[in-house]
């Protein structure tokens, strides 16, 4: 099945630790996305990508960073300069930037 | 002020009731528009796109009135499984804004 997977589904993150959320996909889209999701806030842009090779800021990049080696992945890796990671994080992706996007089930960190 | 505006909830309606959710946006530059439903601790999943002239899906009517910039998203004859938080989110640029959602429960 078409789809976007992301793992793990939680994670622990100890302080000053780096860690990496993957996200995976075989619809063949060239955009991805990266957000965060808060209790009781929407979701904000933390880097997004249109093509291979390339990505953008978001809104909240500070203490995150992305990589696009390959079209169908898009890991983001949450450094010990982000002091306050515990979120719920969602992976998206759409056919171009223009489009609806679609998301993978989520990954929850939170601190030891 | 946020760029996308909706009211919380939440709205508890009965099965069989009709309940209609506006969102308001800021950003007259705002190019498409679309409604998300997004269940407790799950991802968002695309409910229905809203197009100028309006459109309708099986009970979920979504319209845009542009010249007010609010969007609305109706649901007729509600289901117990349609209890969810329903997202508003907006393409600005390459961008998409998501609004805080409103929470609906649907009881027997």
């Known amino acids: 099945d078409g789809g976007i997977t992301q793992s793990p589904k939680y994670l622990f993150r100890k302080e000053g630790q780096n860690v990496t959320l993957s996200c995976e996909q075989n619809l063949n889209h060239d955009a991805m996305y990266w957000y965060r999701q808060d209790p009781g806030q929407g979701l904000r842009l933390i880097y997004y990508?249109?093509?291979?090779?390339?990505?953008q800021k978001g809104d909240i990049a500070e203490g995150y960073s992305v990589s696009r080696e390959k079209k169908e992945s898009f890991p983001l890796t949450v450094t010990s300069a982000q002091k306050n990671p515990t979120a719920f994080y969602l992976c998206?992706?759409?056919?171009?930037?223009?489009?609806?996007?679609?998301f993978g089930d989520g990954t929850r960190l939170s601190i030891l | 002020r946020k760029e996308v505006e909706q009211d919380p909830g939440p709205f508890n309606v009965p099965e069989g009731a009709t309940v209609a959710f506006n969102c308001t946006y800021s950003n007259s530059a705002s190019q498409s528009f679309f409604w998300y439903r997004q269940d407790c601790r799950k991802e968002p999943k695309l409910l229905m796109s809203v197009y100028s002239s309006g459109n309708e899906d099986g009970r979920f009517t979504a319209q845009l009135n542009r010249a007010s910039q609010y969007i609305s998203l109706l649901i007729r004859d509600s289901k117990l499984s349609d209890s969810a938080t329903y997202l508003c989110?907006?393409?600005?640029?390459?961008?998409?804004?998501f609004g805080t959602g409103t929470r609906l429960q649907v009881f027997p």
């Open positions: 990508s249109q093509i291979v090779n390339d990505f």
């Open positions: 989110v907006v393409l600005r640029g390459d961008k998409l804004i």
């Open positions: 998206a992706s759409s056919g171009s930037l223009n489009q609806p996007q679609h």
